[in-house]
């Protein structure tokens, strides 16, 4: 969760929410200001919004010889501009290298959004 703050006095903690979609309506209980918040997610690496959903197989090690077997998939959320892996996560990192002629080969539909509910 992305501390809120705020931006008329900094109070982070006296903050009421309410969701509405895609936002979050804030009032301010120290000095009454409201304002909305953007629940858009954004890459940690590069402040980009332009994250793609990827489905990631979560394998199990089945120790020495053995298949590993998928336990689960996730959506983990690629940065489109950097090539970030998992570009929420507090320490992403841009892809290494030359990342736009690498993400055109990857055949990821970038439009295909998740909602974000
Ligand atoms: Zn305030
Ligand atoms: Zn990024």
Same mark, same amino acid.
Request: with cysteine; net charge negative.
């Given at each position: 969760m992305i501390e809120i703050t /705020?931006? #008329? /006095? !900094? +109070?982070? +903690? @006296?903050l009421r929410g309410e969701r509405r979609d895609g936002e979050v309506a804030v009032v301010c209980g120290a000095c009454g200001a409201s304002f909305v918040r953007d629940l858009t997610p954004r890459c940690t690496?590069? !402040?980009? +919004?332009d994250l793609v959903p990827v489905p990631t197989n979560l394998l199990e @090690? #089945?120790?020495? !010889?053995e298949q590993r077997a998928p336990t689960g998939i996730v959506d983990r959320l690629l940065c489109w +501009?950097? !090539?970030?892996? @998992? #570009?929420? #996560?507090?320490d992403a990192t841009a892809a290494q290298g030359d990342w736009r002629a690498r993400r055109a080969d990857l055949g990821l539909d970038r439009h295909r959004r998740s909602s974000w509910d």
């Open positions: /705020c931006p #008329a /006095c !900094g +109070e982070h +903690e @006296d690496a590069c !402040g980009s +919004e @090690d #089945a120790g020495r !010889g +501009e950097c !090539g970030a892996t @998992d #570009a929420t #996560a507090s």
